[in-house]
């Protein structure tokens, strides 16, 4: 028998930096009664300590994601979330069992004969905690929602579980009529991301009974902001023989810098206010790719390793996006019988007759001077004779949006090809 069908859609919507804002209290930082999990009753230290039972893995998975990305995009800009991924696959091996459950988190890089299945799911509980945490300067939603037919009725243990665990809300829908349920899940994507995605549902299969969408929203602004006086025209590398013109932001101040000689690259970190850091991560001449194959699960420790220095940061104002099929990207990791009839999502229904038929991540990325007066009046905090140090991000390079507390990658990027209404061959 043809098994029902379960959407999965991974969105991010990312505003870097941006003007500072309110938030509002979170309520879902009080500790929850979880469903099969011991109870407990955690200070934020004892939540960080939960996470670390994931934390290595999750970065494992986001450099092996990022490697198939590369395949998948060649050529092209990178844009996604690695800790959205994680959750959302996470969230379904909560309601998978047996070869399906073992192939989701083997593929999201945890050994399960160090890893407990109860380590994981109440890892990622804290983990969202922490990064929902209320109070922050930075400005950090992460959820996911799943969309119930009215004709379909999950485990009562599982909908108790998403909630507690992964933030969930389960919204009860007609998904049957799919003109009706595409306008409702895209309205919620909408509003989840504050607008900046208006469209991720364009057609919905009629054997689908249940979609998942995670989603996630940063905001934050730069703790010193770039100069909008400063910003400048410039040229960007693509390749040997074409550059495009840009606009270069521009700041003379102290920063971390790491020369990874092994990586044979120059890592600047760029801090939020708030806890969160941009590494931007240049590579030498002709080593992109050499780059990209060596990232490791201890790569960004390391770099935490940097020593403070005067630089000239050039960093061009970018604006990109990405969509990626992650059927074919998970695939290659190893994941394949949860979207084959061969799928074990007992767990959700208490039937065996539910597959994943399609997983996309949409993402975007846009990184300005911060937009607020006050970067307009910021000036140079060095007198005009002391010449610094210049670092110049005029070629492809990596970005890592890295959350310090946690040590979780909330967001990679490989910034490529910048094109502008001018461009040339050299």
């Known amino acids: 028998m043809m098994k029902t069908i379960l959407l999965l ?15 509002q209290t979170d309520h879902h930082n009080e500790e929850p009664k979880v469903t099969h999990l011991h109870e407990q009753h955690p200070h934020e230290e004892d939540s960080l300590a939960f996470c670390q ?23 092209k800009n990178i844009f996604f979330s690695p800790v959205s991924v994680s959750a959302a696959f996470a ?3 909560l309601g998978s069992r047996a070869t399906t459950q073992a192939q989701l988190l083997e593929g999201l890089a945890f ?7 109860e380590e994981i799911h109440r890892g990622f509980h804290h983990l969202l905690l922490l990064l929902n945490r209320p109070g922050s300067q930075v400005k950090l939603n992460m959820g996911n929602t799943l969309f119930v037919d009215k004709h379909l009725k999950p485990l009562t243990t599982f909908l108790k579980d998403i909630k507690k665990l992964y933030k969930g809300e389960i919204i009860s829908s007609n998904i049957q009529n799919s003109t009706e349920a595409k306008k409702e899940i ?8 504050h607008g900046k995605i208006n469209q991720i549902l364009k057609d919905l299969d009629p054997n689908s009974l249940m979609v998942l969408v995670n989603y996630i929203y940063f905001k934050a602004y730069w703790e010193n902001p770039f100069n909008m006086k400063g910003t400048h025209t410039d040229y960007f590398y693509v390749n040997a023989k074409t550059l495009v013109e840009v606009k270069m ?13 092994k990586l044979s690259c120059k890592v600047v970190r760029i801090p939020y206010q708030g806890n969160v850091s941009a590494l931007f991560i240049l590579p030498n001449e002709g080593k992109m790719k050499w780059l990209e194959d060596g990232l490791m699960k201890d790569t960004v420790s390391k770099w935490e390793k940097s020593l403070e220095r005067r630089m000239e940061v050039h960093i061009p104002k970018v604006s990109i996006s990405g969509t990626y099929d992650l059927k074919k990207m998970v695939m290659n990791l190893g994941v394949t019988d949860v979207f084959s009839d061969q799928a074990d999502l007992s767990g959700i229904t208490g039937k065996s007759d539910l597959k994943v038929s399609r997983a996309i991540h949409k993402a975007l990325l846009n ?10 009046v910021t000036g140079t905090e060095f007198a005009p004779h002391s010449v610094p140090p210049v670092i110049k991000f005029n070629r492809p390079f990596l970005l890592l949006i890295v959350d310090q507390y946690t040590q979780s990658i909330l967001f990679i990027g490989k ?3 910048l094109l502008t209404n001018t461009s040339r061959l050299l």
């Open 53 to 75: 039972h994931i934390i290595p893995s999750n970065t494992d998975f986001a450099f092996r994601f990022y490697r198939q990305a590369t395949v998948q995009t060649p050529g």
């Open 415 to 417: 910034i490529k090809d």
């Open 186 to 193: 895209n309205d919620h994507i909408k509003n989840k991301t």
């Open 367 to 376: 990184i300005h001077e911060n937009g607020t007066e006050a970067a307009s």
């Open 111 to 117: 050994n399960l004969t160090n890893n407990r299945e």
């Open 249 to 261: 932001m521009i700041r003379d101040s102290f920063y971390d810098i790491y020369s990874d000689k």
């Open 9 to 23: 859609y991974l969105l991010l919507a990312i505003l870097s930096p941006a003007v500072p804002s309110m938030r």
């Open 91 to 93: 969230l379904l091996a």
